[in-house]
């Protein structure tokens, strides 16, 4: 056990004796002479205080990600290879080819953004320089997503990516790769970390074991996985967390386990790693999982976080709801397993006990001649939160007839939720445009939505009803026409 963070920032390691546990990366780094990465927002949005973090890969490759500094916290960098825009241009002044593509195409535009920019283009660049064809627009806007130009300026930062990827080469972080490793692998941990800071204390085990006893032993302590939502109780809310366990140093909750009819996902599996298993496995699942947050937010935040956080318009849940998923609870090595239905008691109230802990998520796949739909509505595509998010899975009968329907829904109550007189209303019924409008007045008695900033009560009923029957018709291929005949 030590007290020292450590970590591999330009180009040798780096150890922090004992920080204060919620000091933030970005907060970190402006105070000790690297003032390149900005704060905008320090809450998650706006990418200014971008900066990558680099880790070794089973096969001992340097893998690179974008993150949010403004809510990480410094103990949980230990281990990692730590990048900022100070890093890219070589010691002679040599621009890296991001930088050269951004000044090329007059997309420097102003020092607050910028930095930012860059270095979600840095871990682009190097995560997609396989890709033969070169990279999709897609694939550019998704990268830069969680990167606001106030000045809208968007178009030369979208022609720099495009030359970047053009003239995408070896760089020099390509040839110092091997020097990266072996500082990486010189930092790696056996143990778990102990940070103590006066009162303050941040634990990252290593083991569920080493977890579930902490855990047992500090009650009190706050669980952190990507921080992308507990992060802002300290930046926004201010809120002092005494005691912080780090789930992501946890090897057996990063496991994915695939079976026939289900995933097992553990509760520290971000949503980028998630993504490539559910593109295979619930391509519905895993388009929704793209409008959640941006890149970085992405790279950071967990679906063990979403479903614990709890909150009424977390986007992963009405899915996890409408396919029976169910939740492996760990409390001093004593399991339990809770369908998630059962998990929400109310408004950020769940079932957790002290000590207790999300092990892993039990996701059921659809089954065969089962179908299954998950809808995010909101301002924006990316980076915002859910007006309404709603999930239907639909087994039907021999006879056309709903022999079950699961729907689950976020952004119209407390907490997400199913709808039970919905689904009871339309048990046994045609599933049929005029059977789902003669149903649809269930939904009011399953929920009375809230009027906010992001939407009137109103809209919300109109949206909950609309998806539904957006479901209808991607299941049937149903005409317009007999929808509106149906809802008058
Ligand atoms: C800019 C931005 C955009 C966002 N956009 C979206 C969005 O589009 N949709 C959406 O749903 N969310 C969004 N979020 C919220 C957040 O990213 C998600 O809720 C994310 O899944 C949280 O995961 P995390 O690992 O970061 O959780 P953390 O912040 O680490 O933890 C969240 C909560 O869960 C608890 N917790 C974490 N892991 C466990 C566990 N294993 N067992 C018990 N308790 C645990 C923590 O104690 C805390 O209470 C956004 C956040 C930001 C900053
Ligand atoms: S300062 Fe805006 S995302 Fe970090
Ligand atoms: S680049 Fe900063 S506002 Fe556009």
Known sequence: MTGSVRFVLGGRVVEVRDPAPATTVLNWLRANGRPGSKEGCAEGDCGACTVVLGSLTPEGRVRYRAVNACILFLPMIDGKLLLTVEDLAGEDGDLHPVQKAMVDKHASQCGFCTPGFVMA???????ERGVEAGLSDGAIHDALAGNLCRCTGYRPILDAARAMTAAAAEDRFDRAEEGIATLLRSIRREGSLTVTHGAASFHAPHSVKELAALFAAHPNATLVAGATDVGLWVTKQGRSLPTLIHLAQVRELHRIEESAGALEVGAAVTYTELLPVLERRLPELAALVTRIGAAQVRNSGTLGGNVANGSPIGDSMPALLALGASLLLNRGGVRRELPLDRFYHGYRKNDLKPGEFVERIRIPLPREGQRFATWKVS?????????????FLLTLDGEGRVADLRAGYGGMAATPARAPALEAALAGQP??????AAALPALDRDFRPMTDMRASDRYRALVARNLLMRFLLHTTGAGMASLEAAHG
């Open 121 to 127: 283009l840095f871990a682009l660049y190097h995560e």
């Open 431 to 436: 599933w049929t445009a005029e059977a789902v």
């Open 379 to 391: 301002k924006r595509r990316d980076q915002d939160i859910s007006a309404v998010c709603a999930a």
